[in-house]
């Protein structure tokens, strides 16, 4: 089985600081690992994935996230916060297998001080 | 590519009611699912298409939940004799990889 988990429910940073959003998962099995955002009354949006290859992945908005098996960890990053990146952030994980279901976290909620 | 349809978007009914929801996925995507999602968590996984053929269910579908892909286009979820455990939103995915899911813009269902 596999899990996923986001400490905390809420970050608060304040505009231009440095954005953390912390990510552990469970597999059993080399995983697949994504970090999805989405916007009030809205469906999910792909940030990035970790399939194989390189730890260190980046994705759209400026957003990164490394890959550590040592830790099982997959925390999010963004050098400096904008505004408009106000909304709550779901990671998640999915199996090699066919069916590639996602299993997400309980997600956090990001808050962006003006 | 318009993306991921889902219809309708909001639904609200009264306990003991049927209800059906639709989605449309990205035209030649062969897999969809679909999941749940209820206040303060993330999304949980239902069923899962390939094609027409559902190969996967949550043991959190019911059996008073069906979903159907008829021909291997569009999906309909159905749930019989709503119950107040069921206003969640209702998400629908549909990918060509194992590698990325496009998700819908969800259909948020209130039961009274």
């Not at chain 1, 505004?83 to 998640?92: I, P, R, V």
């Not at chain 2, 549909?94 to 813009?105: D, L």
Request: charged residues 20%.
């Amino acid at each position: 089985a596999q899990s996923v988990t986001q400490l905390g429910s809420h970050v608060s940073v304040s505009e231009g600081a440095l954005v953390l959003l912390r990510c552990n998962y469970s597999s059993s099995v080399p995983p697949y690992l994504f970090w999805y955002v989405q916007y009030p009354n809205q469906g999910l949006q792909l940030l990035l994935k970790y399939t194989t290859g390189a730890t260190l992945v980046k994705g759209i908005n400026g957003f990164e996230a490394e890959f550590k098996k040592s830790e099982t960890s997959f925390h999010l990053t963004k050098p400096s916060a904008h505004m408009s990146d106000a909304a709550e952030y779901f990671c998640a994980v999915s199996n090699t297998g066919a069916n590639s279901k996602l299993t997400f976290g309980k997600g956090i909620t990001l808050s962006v001080r003006p | 590519d318009t993306g991921v349809s889902q219809d309708p978007r909001h639904k609200i009914t009264k306990r003991g009611q049927n209800v059906t929801f639709r989605c449309d996925p990205i035209s030649e995507h062969n897999r969809l699912y679909w999941y749940r999602q209820t206040l303060g968590q993330g999304p949980e996984f239902l069923t899962y298409f390939q094609n027409e053929a559902q190969l996967e269910k949550s043991r959190l579908l019911s059996d008073r939940f069906s979903a159907e892909r008829p021909k291997g286009s569009f999906s309909t979820l159905e749930i019989q004799r709503t119950e107040q455990g069921d206003s969640a939103m209702y998400l629908c995915a549909s990918s060509t990889t194992v590698y990325e899911q496009y998700f819908g813009p969800g259909t948020r269902l209130t039961v009274t």
